[in-house]
């Protein structure tokens, strides 16, 4: 039908209006006018929109799911596609997303994507201003998650409380319990979703400094809650970054950039390359023996070319081999150049891409500060 390829053709309508992947799809909002009466129509496209259209389906109170291809289509629902493309789709039901707010992408898990959905379409958490939402009440958050015990890798029921007033993030090991077990400040704090490392679909990770040590502990919550919680952090974080750097941007409420194995080498870069779990966080490159182990065995700064940081393909020339994998990339500091192997081609190219976005940043005096915070003592770790 050509009325209707014009409308999916318009450039708003090119990408996913829930994860932005390139396709055929588009959202329609509005309602009323849609026969079933529903608060959002959902239409997918042929290509590459299986996840979010399919996340619509399931949700049948908001959203009618047409092909733009394989159905048929009447001039009304046509016309009502011309009127609500993506365009007012985004003007509608995100007018108000906080700016904390995490907004998922195509490559994100599905318990982020599907609250993204919910809290768009079925909540109408984001189209009025000043709306009561459960992660932004300004004052705590208290509720229970399953935590994996540190050593014994069960995971037990305890009580979270996070607290914008004091900054920080607690847990308690019994419910009465005064004296919490963990008390860490906002600013030490990393949230991130790794469903597949931790073996739950809404399985988050907390990664936080103690003594100048990483340390990450691994929580889930049964239902999509879990995504509140994310967000609740994220928003105290943010509140606190406001305060503590007048400046600071939502940069610093950041995600991991990169996760995976690779080998490394020690100083001398003649000792045996071992496999490790390597964790990009912005400007630290942390390792671990296992990827799920409570503490890094070593980080290292990753800072900018203007202070004489740089990324090379390959290992520097005669290096020793006593690695399994090929692809091998060289991280050079002002103290020493860091040897590491890649399985694959697509890894190699990856890491390099991250760490290649990472030194061409201008570093932040924030990150001036860290840089001294996070001397360069993976060597003296390793
Ligand atoms: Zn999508």
């Known amino acids: 039908m050509k009325a209707l390829k014009e409308v999916w053709k318009r450039a708003e309508n090119s990408l996913c209006a829930d994860c932005g992947k390139p396709g055929e799809s588009l959202r329609a909002a509005g309602g009323k006018s849609w026969k079933q009466g529903a608060g959002a129509g959902a239409w997918a496209g042929e290509k590459g929109e299986a996840f979010c259209s399919g996340i619509h389906r399931n949700i049948p109170s908001i959203s009618k799911v047409k092909s733009l291809k394989m159905d048929h289509w009447d001039d009304a629902q046509v016309q009502f596609l011309a009127k609500h493309g993506n365009a007012v ?19 994100d898990c599905q318990v982020l994507r599907e609250q993204w959905i919910r809290a768009k379409y079925e909540r109408k958490e984001f189209t009025e201003l000043g709306k009561h939402l459960p992660y ?14 540190r050593d014994n890798g069960q995971f037990l029921p305890r009580k979270f409380l996070l607290s ?46 103690k003594d100048n040590k990483t340390r990450n502990i691994f929580v889930y919550h049964e239902s999509g809650k879990v995504v509140d919680w994310f967000n609740a952090i994220r928003s105290v974080q943010f509140h606190y970054l406001k305060v503590a750097f007048p400046i600071a941007s939502d940069n610093e409420v950041r995600n991991f950039l990169k996760e995976g194995y690779m080998e490394k080498t020690g100083p001398k870069q003649r000792e045996a390359f071992k ?8 400007r630290r490159l942390m390792y671990f023996k296992d990827p799920l182990d409570a503490f890094a065995k070593g980080e290292v700064f990753v800072g900018s070319r203007e202070n004489g940081y740089s990324v090379q393909k390959g290992l520097p020339s005669g290096t020793q081999g006593n690695f399994s994998w090929h692809y091998g990339l060289t991280i050079v500091t002002p103290d020493r150049e860091y040897l590491f192997t890649c399985e694959t081609e697509t890894d190699q190219l990856d890491w390099i891409a991250a760490f290649t976005s990472i030194i061409n940043q201008a570093m932040t005096p924030q990150e001036y500060a860290s840089n001294t915070f996070f001397p360069h003592r993976w060597s003296t770790l390793f």
């Open 164 to 209: 914008e007033r004091e900054g920080c993030l607690k847990y308690f090991t019994k419910q009465d319990a005064k004296e919490p077990k963990i008390n860490v400040k906002i600013d030490v704090i990393n949230a991130t979703f790794q469903p597949a490392k931790i073996g739950n679909p809404n399985g988050l990770q907390i990664t936080y400094l």
């Open 89 to 107: 789709t985004k003007a509608t039901y995100e007018a108000h997303i906080p700016i904390y707010y995490y907004q998922p992408n195509y490559n």
């Open 275 to 282: 496999k490790r779990w390597f964790t990009l966080d912005h």
């Open 136 to 149: 932004s009440d300004g004052k705590s958050r208290e509720g229970i998650l399953w935590k994996r015990g």
